[in-house]
């Protein structure tokens, strides 16, 4: 059910949008990274995006379930068989960034066993023009989690 998306298939920018604020944030990852999909009848409802940061470290980018399928265990699944995939090619840390007031991501990606490492102080002020806001909360920060693969 989740596969890798192929070259000449459309990049499914409306779900990266739900986890992004820009097509232009996009853009500065979606070319070098890989994309999954996940489908139901022939509709792509949910996607993944792993960028390779250095021979051991992957990160996901962007993760997003389309509204109308969330809350249904697809997030879950799809970090699982992120984790899953990184793993089998060798990679010894998965990592995933989120905002400091998205509690729901911040609660099931620890709950998939990524931990706290790191805050990008200022980061979603220094890169949007524009203040984004989470749960009636402006984001400020970029918490970092990392999950280690032995
Ligand atoms: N409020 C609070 N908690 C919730 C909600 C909700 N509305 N929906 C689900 N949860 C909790 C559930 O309780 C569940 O835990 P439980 O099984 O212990 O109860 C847990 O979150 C996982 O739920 P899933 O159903 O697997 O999550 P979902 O399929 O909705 O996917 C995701 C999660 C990807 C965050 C999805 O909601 C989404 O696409 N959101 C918009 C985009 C986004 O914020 N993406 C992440 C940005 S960070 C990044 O991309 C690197």
Redesign the pocket.
Known sequence: MIRQLRKEEEIPYD?LL???ETIKAIDKYIKDSEIYIFESENKVI?V??LQIINKGII?????????K???????????KDAINRVKENGFKTII????DA????L???Q?VGFEIFDIKKNFFIDNYPEPIF?NEIQLKHMIMLKKELE
């Open positions: 779900l739900l986890a992004d949910a993944y995006v990160e996901i980018k962007n993760i997003a379930v389309s509204e399928h969330q809350g249904q265990g697809i997030g879950e699944f799809l970090l995933i960034g989120t905002g998205a509690v729901k991501q609660y099931l990606y709950k989470e």
